[in-house]
């Protein structure tokens, strides 16, 4: 549900990073905003509970284009990754535009991927969204650690959908700027139908 601010001739897009605790949400959005132009960001906002923060930026990004004569400003979320936070989650999920899912490539933790997976679904049906048909982009992250699972079993287990997908060593960078790229391409694609 991106916002339109006529003022600034801005169209406003909000992507939330979700996932299991301590996955690389709060590493990727850390990564985007420390290698984002100043002129072009705002300030990164943590609000901090007892063991894990949700941070919040907006940015806007100069080269992907004006849609009708607006500017796309995107707004970058990431929401607590334990399930204790969970209205929290439902809260940052209200008016979402796009779905960044981290996954830990970790095997130990396949079993919190697809809880989580799971938990986004459910917050967002009881919102009225539908996971299938919202721009949707996974991250596959912690790939240079040395107990990860296979990328193809990743893939089963949590890439049914076949939607776009990424290798991710969020705090080098890799996959970083892919995944979000790949995630506001398809957006703006929906912006652009008028959906």
């Keep these: 549900m991106s916002f339109i601010n006529y003022s600034s001739r801005e169209i406003n897009c909000k992507i939330v990073y979700y996932g ?6 709060t590493t990727n959005l850390q990564y985007v905003y420390n290698r984002t132009n100043p002129d072009a960001k705002g300030k ?21 284009g004006e849609i009708r004569g607006f500017k796309t ?30 996954a830990d490539s970790q095997i130990e933790r396949m079993e919190a991927n697809i809880e989580s997976v799971e938990n986004l679904r459910d917050n967002l049906a009881e919102q009225g969204y539908d996971l299938d048909k919202l721009p949707y982009v996974i991250q ?31 705090t080098k960078g890799n996959g970083v700027f892919d995944t979000l790229k ?14």
């Design 20 to 25: 299991p605790g301590l996955c690389g949400k």
């Design 140 to 170: 596959y992250n912690k790939r240079d650690l040395p107990n990860v699972a296979d990328l193809n079993e990743l893939r089963s287990v949590l890439n049914t959908t076949n939607v776009p997908d990424f290798e991710a060593v969020a």
């Design 182 to 195: 790949a995630t506001a391409k398809l957006v703006l694609t929906e912006l652009k139908k008028g959906g």
């Design 44 to 64: 990164m906002i943590s609000l901090a509970t007892e063991t894990e923060r949700t941070l919040f930026f907006d940015f806007l990004p100069l080269s992907l």
């Design 73 to 102: 400003r995107f707004h970058l979320y990431t929401v607590p990754g334990q399930v204790f936070y969970d209205a929290s989650r439902k809260l940052i999920l209200k008016g979402v535009d796009g779905v960044v899912f981290v």
